[in-house]
């Protein structure tokens, strides 16, 4: 069926910290893997995505890790900051074409100053 | 260049009443996505759209739901007869046409659907 799950619901670091977030997902075929970042009362936001050709991506501040061979995504946020406080979502999008994203139930981070 | 728009971003009805949500895409966007969300919850994808054409429906309930796409003007996802379930928050995305394989999806602030 489909399912990505997280491992945590909720993650508090301080703020200057590094922060993992993780993400299982259950469709070996899955090809293609985004991370979103949703803050309240808003639509998620794009914060990095990766091809299942790559087992990790940098971005500014962020680097996504891929491990297909126990089906696990991870989210690296360096340098915490107090707008890094929101709701992470990895999603995957199934095969080559496909436009459905089958998101994650989320982790909540939390920045402490 | 505006970003996905929705309208209502809020809307209250009572059970038995029809609620039309509206989704504007980005500009040069011809594809749309409606998806909703629980609270606590991760987006459900609820379906897919081109100008005209509904491409994916899979994650529509059977039942009260449609959604279009027309040629000229926003998509509406249309829930007839609500009940307290759809109470949620329902957001549209938007992608340019899939020249890639792989397109971003632009999401917009959602419109969150209360029912009394």
């Known amino acids: 069926g489909e399912s990505v799950g997280l491992h945590l619901p909720t993650l508090s670091v301080q703020e200057g910290d590094n922060s993992i977030i993780n993400c299982a997902y259950s469709?070996?075929?899955?090809?293609?893997f985004i991370w979103y970042k949703q803050e309240s009362g808003k639509g998620p936001q794009f914060i990095i995505d990766i091809r299942s050709n790559m087992d990790k991506r940098q971005g500014q501040r962020v680097t996504v890790l891929l491990n297909k061979t126990v089906k696990h995504l991870s989210l690296q946020i360096a340098a915490t900051q107090p707008g890094d406080s929101a709701v992470y979502f990895c999603a995957e999008l199934w095969g080559e074409g496909a436009q459905k994203l089958v998101f994650g139930q989320g982790t909540r981070l939390t920045i402490n100053p | 260049n505006a970003g996905v728009m929705q309208n209502p971003r809020h809307l209250v009805r009572r059970r038995g009443q029809e609620a039309r949500l509206r989704c504007s895409p980005m500009k040069g966007h011809s594809h749309v996505y409606w998806y909703r969300q629980l609270p606590e919850e991760g987006l459900k994808f609820m379906v897919y759209l081109q100008k005209e054409n509904i491409i994916d429906e899979s994650g529509m309930p059977k039942e009260r739901f449609s959604a279009e796409f027309p040629k000229e003007g926003p998509s509406i996802l249309r829930i007839q007869q609500v009940v307290r379930g759809d109470s949620a928050a329902y957001f549209c995305?938007?992608?340019?046409?899939?020249?890639?394989?792989?397109?971003?999806?632009?999401f917009g602030p959602g419109t969150r659907l209360t029912v009394l």
């Open positions: 995305a938007s992608s340019p046409s899939a020249i890639f394989s792989y397109n971003e999806q632009f």
């Open positions: 469709n070996s075929a899955s090809d293609y």
